[in-house]
């Protein structure tokens, strides 16, 4: 079964975790004791309703604030496909768990509160989807019931995020507007009576026919090597494989390939899912392949086809969003991990301080502070072989590691 990651993303009482709720309540995805706490705990408050955002916000800090502060992450399933939604915070203190929330996801739900419309806040949360290439935005127009379901409302915060839209650098993002109310269900599982002038799809139907293989990275293939297959066996006593997955493109049997970083060329001999031989494998596939000749590789090197070689190189620029309450600034030393490779990584120079809500760059930055992003320059102790994320989501991201205390700091998208 598909399974499809989404990144929610909305202001304070914007209404997400109670959206979120709704979808599992509605699609019958919570448990029976999870929904009697629900039940129970509405009318301990005096709700003459179902607080659906209980069934989210697990930390007790956001129970008793009604907001989220950490990255929960959420599953599910229909018929037709299983989900996982991250459900992460839309406070500007929390960029980085927005950012960590998001890297991974292949859609994402910005909500707007149709009473206050496009925020500054809203600002952020695109800038953020923008920033990691995240190609399908729903941008759902929330608690439309407290505006009468007016028509004239939503067209005209459908209008204020169009014009943010033309902000952007993405040409190819997919954005869809679709009225709800969370609280009642409107337009969430179920088709709204209320708003006979939306003629489009519900939330959930329109998550359903997302292609989730348009979603990835089309065109130059990347394997990373994640482990070298040595049986040692009687039966297999010269064989030798490489484990990974493939990223990109498909992968064939006699494709003329390239070891990095060797550089040595070679072909697929073979492609191994499991014990059984196929001629060829699509990109998303966990596979092992054999190679014609009896090369080098070893984990953390790449095969690439001859002709989609990627850069290689010791010096790049990429924009990092800074998770750690310990400044970066330049001259400072990190571990570098990219896909399974680390190198020793130094800054070189602070470019510019990104302001996220699509105001601008601060130019004279000196250093980066938690939840900051920048551009920032690296030079590397040997090279690395990469793509640019717009162009490979997989290939062009990075992150860094405090050498010290062996904690991620950063997040990084090659530029």
């Known amino acids: 079964m598909e399974v499809l990651k989404i990144a929610t993303a909305g202001s304070v009482d914007d209404g997400k975790?109670?959206?979120?709720?709704?979808?599992?309540?509605?699609t019958k995805s919570l448990t029976s004791d999870k929904l009697e706490a629900i039940e129970r705990s509405s009318k301990q408050k005096g709700y003459d309703?179902?607080?659906?955002?209980?069934?989210?916000?697990?930390?007790?800090a956001e129970r008793e604030q009604?907001?989220?502060?950490?990255?929960?992450?959420?599953?599910?399933?229909?018929?037709?496909?299983?989900?996982?939604?991250?459900?992460?915070p839309g406070?500007?203190?929390?960029?980085?768990?927005?950012?960590?929330?998001?890297?991974?996801?292949?859609?994402?739900?910005?909500?707007?509160?149709?009473?206050?419309?496009?925020?500054?806040?809203?600002?952020?949360?695109?800038?953020?989807?923008?920033?990691?290439?995240?190609?399908?935005?729903?941008?759902?127009?929330?608690?439309?019931?407290?505006?009468d379901f007016s028509k004239e409302r939503y067209n005209e915060i459908k209008a204020d995020f169009q014009k943010l839209v033309t902000k952007s650098d993405y040409e190819d993002q997919n954005i869809?507007?679709?009225?709800?109310?969370?609280?009642?269900?409107?337009?969430?599982?179920?088709?709204?009576?209320?708003?006979?002038?939306?003629?489009?799809?519900?939330?959930?139907?329109?998550?359903?026919?997302?292609?989730?293989?348009?979603?990835y990275n089309k065109g130059k293939m990347r394997f990373p090597v994640q482990y070298v297959i040595r049986p040692k066996t009687e039966a297999y006593h010269d064989f030798r494989s490489y484990a990974g997955k493939v990223y990109g493109g498909a992968i064939n049997v006699g494709d003329e390939v390239v070891v990095l970083p060797?550089?040595?060329?070679?072909k697929v001999k073979e492609i191994y899912f499991n014990d059984k031989k196929f001629k060829s494998a699509a990109?998303?596939?966990?596979?092992?392949?054999?190679?014609?000749?009896?090369?080098?590789?070893?984990?953390?090197?790449?095969?690439?086809?001859?002709?989609?070689?990627?850069?290689?190189?010791?010096?790049?620029?990429?924009?990092?969003?800074?998770?750690?309450?310990?400044?970066?600034?330049?001259?400072?030393?990190?571990?570098?991990?990219?896909?399974?490779?680390?190198v020793l990584a130094k800054v070189q120079a602070i470019n510019n301080k990104i302001e996220t809500d699509f105001s601008g760059i601060e130019t004279n930055a000196i250093s980066l502070k938690i939840n900051d992003i920048a551009s920032i320059s690296f030079q590397l102790n040997k090279p690395i072989f990469f793509d640019s994320f717009k162009e490979h989501r997989t290939n062009g991201a990075f992150i860094l590691i405090d050498p010290q205390s062996n904690?991620?700091?950063?997040?990084?998208?090659i530029d």
């Open 17 to 26: 975790s109670t959206l979120i709720g709704r979808l599992l309540y509605d």
């Open 49 to 60: 309703y179902l607080d659906f955002s209980l069934a989210t916000d697990g930390l007790v």
């Open 66 to 88: 009604g907001i989220t502060i950490d990255v929960a992450h959420i599953y599910f399933s229909t018929a037709t496909r299983s989900y996982i939604i991250a459900d992460t």
């Open 91 to 147: 406070h500007v203190e929390y960029t980085r768990n927005m950012v960590t929330g998001a890297s991974t996801s292949q859609a994402a739900i910005i909500l707007i509160d149709a009473r206050h419309g496009v925020i500054e806040q809203t600002y952020r949360h695109f800038f953020i989807n923008n920033l990691l290439r995240i190609k399908d935005v729903i941008v759902a127009i929330n608690k439309m019931d407290l505006v």
């Open 176 to 215: 869809t507007y679709i009225p709800v109310s969370a609280l009642k269900g409107d337009n969430v599982v179920e088709k709204s009576h209320t708003m006979s002038w939306y003629q489009g799809e519900t939330l959930l139907s329109h998550l359903e026919k997302l292609d989730t293989q348009n979603i």
């Open 262 to 266: 060797s550089q040595t060329k070679t």
């Open 283 to 342: 990109r998303r596939s966990s596979i092992s392949l054999t190679l014609e000749n009896d090369v080098n590789v070893s984990r953390g090197d790449m095969i690439v086809k001859a002709t989609e070689l990627p850069k290689i190189e010791k010096q790049f620029s990429a924009t990092v969003s800074w998770m750690c309450n310990k400044e970066l600034t330049a001259g400072s030393k990190y571990v570098l991990q990219h896909g399974v490779h680390k």
């Open 407 to 413: 904690n991620t700091v950063g997040a990084g998208f």
